[in-house]
């Protein structure tokens, strides 16, 4: 089994530390990942995505051209990337800040209204995705990657983190019949 | 619940060029001389974090966790850091300079000084687009100035290729091996995306070897020993071309002794495909998907770019019905060495992607489809 990613955003939604936190939890849960960053200049304001692999096999190519999952933050990560999911994939966008629900039949598309849930818009966004996808689990998240990627003076932020992500997962429950 | 994952997997998330850091600093570091520049910052922040957290630690009258790492320096330019890394490892010390592509074209001065000086310094680039101030995205357009000597004067630079962050760890140690079993520059190249790339490793466990430096290393002559001098000149031409005779013996040696590559189901292949770094990854997909196409696709990777695997690719021209290079540039600069070492022998062809656009596994496989054609 193999998950190809692609989360895209605007720099500072926290894009980049979303994709790491899944390859981290996938990683400790016995996978293979790759993580890629866009790089560039435009880092503040811009747009910025990542590309995330997290398979049972080893990787080839850490190139994400047709993502099983997009998850994006803005319209013109939809406008870009939706095109590219592969048939059958799931879109997860924030409804907040894309107000017209984009059309695409072949995929599973949701809404989720990140931005209004809480100010750590890509923990709800990561909630949603673990109770969506079922890729990662939850303890993973809770008791290893958010200790290591939130330390050195920012332990303080995670519970908010926590019940960030509890409530884009209780979002999905809530709003989305199985 | 915590404690079973943890056992599970030991393995570290980590980025391409951190992973540079922390495998250089493993293989017992004593100096690093740099200048930063994307895409390759990310080594010089690593090593300033380690040698400043370090004094803070001394301080503190802890134990530092890198004693061996002494100096750590910022210089003003390019040019001063490769020439701080010749005057370092002339006192016998390992050490350690990183740039991205112009300012390696910068250090070339210095690169060609420590190869006649025979000096063992490790180099890394981690190569962006170019020529001139080009772009930051990655590319590999560095073949040409690292493998055939950017410098002036004729010499060699030992240059490994990695493919994945772990393969960054392990070749940063080799590199500081090679350099000193030669006493030779050696190179670690690669493209901006896996220096940003981030991959789970497993820190290889290296313990720096004891290379004896006392006969030749400038380090203080206190016993009043017969001095040690670390020169590139020879003002005599028979005393230069003597020079020169023992660097090409050293060189034969290591071609004869270095050469390193990754054969993937090139055996029984018709088509094989030569890629190094990121490309040879996206190839390795190819390789598979081809196959169920039923098509016979190998894939040849040179690990070391110079000493090149020569051998092995004209064995492959000997059996394939075609080779099929793919380079993350416009020129074929790699295609070049292997257009010599199939010498002839099968079609080469070549497919290049540059300016930072990464070739997908569609386009390579339509190209392998057309070569089928043509040759079958």
Known sequence: MSVKLIISGFGGQGVLLL???????ALKEGKNVTWVPSYGPESRGGTC???????????????????????????????????????????????????EKPKRDDIKIY???????????????????????????????????????????????????????????????????? | MKKNLENKIEKILIKGNDAVVEAALRSGLNGFFGYPITPASEIIEGFA?????????????????????????????????????LGGAATGKRVLTASSSPG???????????????????????????????????????????????????????????????????????????????????VLLYDGYLGQMKEGVIFPKVKAKNYDRSSWAADGNKKGREKHIITSIYIAPEDMEKHKLRLKRKYDLIEEKEVRFENYKSDDADIVIV??????????????????????????????????????????????KAILTVELNMLGQMNEDVLISANGKCPVEFYGRCGGVIPKEKEILEKILEINRKVK
């Open chain 1, 19 to 25: 994709g790491d936190i899944i390859a981290y939890s």
């Open chain 1, 49 to 99: 995505n990542c590309q995330v692999i997290c398979s049972e096999k080893s990787i080839g190519s850490p190139v994400v051209d047709e993502p099983d999952i997009l998850i994006a933050f803005n319209l013109p990560s939809v406008d870009k990337f939706m095109k590219t999911v592969k048939k059958g994939g799931i879109m997860l966008y924030d409804s907040s800040l894309v107000k």
């Open chain 1, 111 to 178: 809404g989720i209204p990140a931005t209004e849930i809480s100010d750590v818009a890509n923990m709800v966004m990561l909630g949603a995705y673990i109770e969506l996808t079922k890729n990662i689990k939850l303890e993973t998240v809770v008791n290893l990657a958010l200790p290591e990627k939130l330390k050195g003076g920012k332990e303080k932020f995670i519970p908010k983190n926590i019940k960030a992500i509890k409530k884009g997962i209780e979002y999905v429950l809530k709003n989305f019949n199985f």
């Open chain 2, 49 to 85: 974090k380690a040698y400043y957290e370090d004094l803070e630690r001394k301080k503190k009258g802890l134990k530092p966790k890198y004693p061996e790492f002494q100096v750590f320096l910022q210089m003003e330019s390019e040019i001063a850091s490769i020439n701080a890394a």
């Open chain 2, 104 to 186: 390696i074209s910068l250090k070339q001065e210095g690169i060609s000084y420590i190869a006649g000086c025979e000096l063992p310094v490790a180099i890394i680039d981690v190569m962006r687009g170019g020529p001139g101030l080009g772009n930051i995205a990655p590319e590999q357009g560095d073949y040409f100035q690292t493998v055939k000597g950017g410098g002036h004067g004729d010499y060699r630079l030992i240059t490994l290729a990695p493919n994945s962050v772990q393969e960054l760890a392990e070749f940063t140690c080799e590199i500081f091996e090679l350099a000193d079993k030669y006493r030779n520059p050696a």
């Open chain 2, 275 to 320: 890629a190094y770094g990121i490309v040879s990854r996206i190839a390795k997909d190819v390789v598979e998907k081809a196959r169920k196409e039923g098509i016979k696709v190998g894939l040849l990777r040179p690990i070391t770019l110079w000493p090149f695997p020569k051998k092995e690719i004209s064995q492959i021209a000997d059996n394939a």
